[in-house]
């Protein structure tokens, strides 16, 4: 188990940890498997947050279930559009893919929106725009293999 703790680069403290992990696929040898943790106290919360069931297909589930609280689908949407905008980086274009193909939640554009735009002006930064991804489009392009695999 490691955490850092750091001011972020809007002078807020924040800390980046990671938890090691031995579970059914850890490898014999070698590093462990991790979970990272970003956290921060300065992040703007647009809605309350969602309570999720856990999926846990095993016998062992506790009574009632597992349940996390997450950021509600909307403002986790609008949250990976902010952060493909803003860094451009293949796992959050995978991500918002992924978020829009799901069947499950269909919200309306005009709500993702606006969470998109206060995300944003919270943050003091443009509003991701079609033109201003395909400016990234080639960064984007080169990393993903390397970043995907």
């Known amino acids: ?15 980046q940890g990671r938890v090691a992990y031995s ?5 014999a040898r070698g590093d462990l498997p991790r979970i990272r943790f970003d956290l ?4 703007l919360l647009v809605l309350p947050p ?3 069931r856990i999926t846990h297909p095993y016998s062992d589930e ?4 597992l349940m996390v609280r997450c950021y509600a689908y909307e403002e986790a949407f ?5 952060a493909l905008g803003e860094r451009a980086r293949p796992r959050d274009l995978y991500d918002v893919v992924n978020l829009f193909r799901n ?9 993702i929106y606006d969470i998109l735009y206060q995300k944003c002006t919270f943050k003091g930064i443009e509003i991701p725009s079609f033109q201003s991804l ?6 984007l392009e080169s990393d993903w293999d390397a970043m995907l695999h």
């Open 62 to 65: 506790p009574g009632g279930g």
């Open 134 to 139: 395909q400016v990234a489009r080639e960064e």
């Open 50 to 52: 969602a309570e999720r």
């Open 1 to 15: 188990m490691r955490f850092e703790i750091f001011q972020n680069h809007r002078g807020h403290p924040a800390a």
């Open 103 to 111: 069947n499950e939640f269909q919200p309306e554009g005009p709500a």
């Open 40 to 43: 921060t106290a300065d992040e």
């Open 78 to 82: 609008a949250e990976k559009m902010r």
């Open 23 to 27: 579970g059914p696929i850890s490898p």
